[in-house]
């Protein structure tokens, strides 16, 4: 990833406080040290990259020097890199917080976590059956919200992993009873 200047994040406003700053002829390192937010040494480097001569025994910059530089940075293709670099990092920032939230959401049970529920306990919203022709299954779950769904999902996972036998027996072909 090419390194870019931290300043590159405030363009846009920088631009704006040189634009508005229409009384000031000539910028130094004070001015420049606010408007770019960066340290005194940082500015001198900064008035050096722009081209500032010595006025009056110190650096200094015309301002419509510097807004012309900003302007064509901005538009130039380094600049545009990274923009490009910025959206890439948001874009994977943003996915990776999505799935870091969906790792973070446990599906626990409501009771004591010692509790191993069976089959024949699982609240009553959950339904499966299969028809008394063998054709194809029905699993149903009745819910309030996200959080429900997810508790009742787990709750009938757990529940068909220990008691593995029952599970299977009830999603053979039978008589169609629900469970």
Not at 95 to 116: L, N
Not at 127 to 146: I, K, P
Request: hydrophobic fraction near 40%.
């Amino acid at each position: 990833m090419a390194r870019h200047p931290d300043w590159f994040e405030r363009l846009d406003t920088i631009l704006e406080v040189v634009r508005q700053s229409g009384g000031l002829e000539w910028i130094g390192r004070k001015e420049l040290k606010a408007v770019f937010c960066c340290s005194e040494r940082d500015s001198i480097r900064l008035l050096h990259k722009f081209g500032a001569e010595e006025r009056d025994n110190a650096l200094s910059l015309p301002r419509s020097t510097l807004l012309a530089q900003l302007e064509a940075i901005r538009s130039g293709s380094t600049y545009a890199a990274f923009l490009r670099q910025h959206h890439d990092v948001v874009k994977k920032l943003t996915a990776a917080r999505a799935e870091a939230a969906a790792r973070q959401f446990r599906a626990t049970s409501r009771a004591a976590e010692d509790r191993r529920a069976r089959l024949q306990d699982l609240p009553k919203t959950i339904t499966w059956r299969r028809s008394e022709s063998g054709g194809a299954g029905r699993f149903e779950v009745l819910y309030d919200d996200g959080a429900d769904l997810m508790w009742q999902l787990a709750e009938f996972l757990s529940a068909a992993g220990i008691h593995r036998e029952e599970f299977f027996a009830g999603t053979e072909p039978s008589d169609g009873t629900a469970h």
